[in-house]
């Protein structure tokens, strides 16, 4: 029991130190850091370090795209800006369908293997959507709206771009590496790459559908897609 504690100590120390880094380098607000210790807890308690593992992996592959090149990212935007400091509501909304099914795992152990599962795909769209967004905002060559298919400028709720895509399908890619390393390579890396791709392209749904005309925030998109994507990964899982 006293080897569980130091054990659960050490992570709560080192996941401490974490959001330190993260506040102080300016990568996430006070608020932001609060809210990722709370769903490093959750997964951790959840679905271990493997779990721990693959919401790092979002972590620095996000922060890595956020941080390339943001200068010709912010000469888009209407305040020449772009802002690399991520808020509470952002971190959950990425987040929070991992969270959930790592609360999943803990309530409902006979069906552990397939919420892991969900989890992967959920932070496997999370990765796809943050490095098609601001990798293809860089390297794109065309950009067309999603629903419409006609060409529209870069940067706008709904537009997408090949180069954007395959970069996304390629951070999924990497997040289902990352989980077979704990859990196997099996058929099951294919569920997490898929969901992570059709969870991009439901966000970019969303994006040109509901969020362009202010029906809800980019935020509410996010979640959605991390938890669409967790579906698909389980529908996968069961069926298959």
Not at 9 to 18: E, I, N, S, Y
Not at 19 to 28: H, N
Not at 59 to 87: M, Q
Request: positive net charge.
């Amino acid at each position: 029991m006293n080897t569980t504690f130091q054990h659960y100590g050490l992570f709560v120390l080192l996941l401490a130190g974490f959001m330190a880094v993260c506040i102080r380098t300016g990568k996430l607000s006070v608020s932001a850091a609060m809210a990722a210790g709370l769903t490093g807890l959750l997964v951790f308690f959840g679905a271990g370090y493997p779990g721990i593992a693959l919401l790092g992996t979002f972590f620095v592959l996000g922060t890595l795209a956020t941080s390339h090149k943001k200068n010709i990212k912010a000469a888009i935007t209407a305040d020449g800006a772009h802002p690399e400091k991520r808020k509470a509501g952002q971190v959950f909304a990425n987040g929070g369908a991992a969270a959930l099914m790592a609360l999943l795992m803990l309530a409902d152990p006979v069906r552990r293997e397939l919420y892991g599962l969900m989890l992967a795909g959920s932070l496997a769209s999370a990765t796809a959507d943050t490095l098609s967004s601001e990798l293809g905002t860089v390297y794109g060559r065309r950009f067309f709206n999603i629903l419409t298919f006609r060409k529209e400028a870069r940067g706008l709720d709904g537009v997408v771009s090949l180069e954007g895509t395959l970069l996304g399908a390629a951070g999924a890619g990497v997040i289902a590496g990352v989980y077979a390393l704990a859990a196997g390579f099996d058929r099951r890396i294919a569920y997490i790459v898929i969901a992570g791709v059709l969870g991009n392209l439901m966000d970019s749904v969303l994006g040109a559908a509901l969020e362009r005309k202010h029906y809800i925030g980019n935020d509410a998109v996010n979640f959605s897609n991390t938890l669409f994507a967790a579906l698909v990964a389980g529908v996968c899982g069961w069926w298959w």
